[in-house]
Each structure stands twice: as structure tokens, then as C-alpha cells.
């Protein structure tokens, strides 16, 4: 299992945005590293205990409509059981003047018992690359991008060496 409260600088030090969340109706923020609270326009300590759909920030699919529910990645997640990976939103925070946009996999992570503890939500800007492009629209410059996800959560993981079973 991932343990960050263990590892304060390898948190600090990531250089993807790395959230936790409490794998409930409302996926309070359990923890995260500066990178992710910048993006929502936060400051690190404002982070932890903030609802994932807290009205201080909106969430844009790839067409930058607003995001369903099901559609982000935590949600996704929790409703499959299954990791939900590569999968592209805008955060648009307010005070901001332009989305960051973001590929995200959200990884479950289970107790001892089987029942799904927390949810491990790991982000990589795209934003640079979204604005370089010349492509016509947000989905599909984000698909010219084309982040794996699931890599990035492998090398943490091997990276933390706290691994669940």
C-alpha cells in the first residue's frame, strides 16, 4: 500500500500531481502533494478534507463541457472495481482564467479485508501540450498527447515499495 504519510518527500517531490481519496459518496481528499492543490488553484494545506466535486473549481470533459459524474476517473473507478486509466479532464479552479488539463488514472486500493480503503488518483499536466497544438478541438489534441497512466502509477508503486496484496 502506498503509504505517504511515511514518505513526505517523495510526496513533495513527485513530479505527478498524486491525490487520496476516501472512497465515499462525496471522495473526500485525504491527502496530496503541492502539485495537485496548485492545479486546483489551492494552497497544499487547503487540499486535504475538500469534496472531489467542491464547488471552488469546475471539471471539464474533453470538449470542456462540464464533466459528468461518472465520467472522472475516481468515480469510475470505484463503480468498475477496476483501475480507470488515461483518462482526460480540465480543472478549471475559480480566480482562474484558463483550464489545466490533466490525464488521470485512479488506482483502488484494498484492505486487509477486501473492501476498497482508499482511491490513488495520479495526474500529469497536459496543458502545454493541448495549447501547442493546432488540432481543432480539446479531445483531440489530448489524444495526440497520448499519456499511459497506468506506468506512472506502476513507478510509484515500485518507487514506495508498499504495495497491498
Excluded at 461518472?70 to 479532464?89: P, Q, T, V
Aim: hydrophobic content about 55%; charged content about 20%.
Amino acid at each position: 500500500m502506498i503509504e505517504f504519510a511515511r514518505d513526505p518527500e517523495f510526496l513533495a517531490e513527485a513530479s505527478l500531481a498524486l491525490v487520496v481519496y476516501a472512497p465515499t459518496e462525496e471522495a473526500r481528499i485525504l491527502c496530496g502533494n503541492a502539485l495537485a492543490a496548485g492545479w486546483f488553484a489551492l494552497a497544499h494545506a487547503e487540499l486535504k478534507g475538500r469534496a472531489t466535486l467542491d464547488a471552488a473549481w469546475s471539471l471539464l470533459d474533453e470538449s470542456a463541457q462540464p464533466l459528468r459524474r461518472e465520467d472522472l476517473s475516481l468515480f469510475a473507478a470505484m463503480a468498475s472495481g477496476e483501475a480507470a486509466r488515461n483518462m482526460a479532464l480540465g480543472t478549471f479552479a475559480v480566480g482562474q482564467t484558463a483550464p489545466v488539463w490533466v490525464r488521470a488514472c485512479a488506482v483502488l486500493q484494498p484492505a486487509a479485508g477486501g473492501e476498497i480503503e482508499r482511491v490513488v488518483r495520479i495526474l500529469t499536466a497536459v496543458t502545454a501540450e493541448v495549447n501547442s497544438s493546432k488540432a481543432a478541438s480539446p479531445i483531440s489534441r489530448l489524444t495526440e498527447v497520448g499519456f499511459e497512466s497506468a506506468g506512472a502509477a506502476l513507478f510509484i508503486w515500485k518507487r514506495t515499495q508498499r504495495l497491498a496484496a
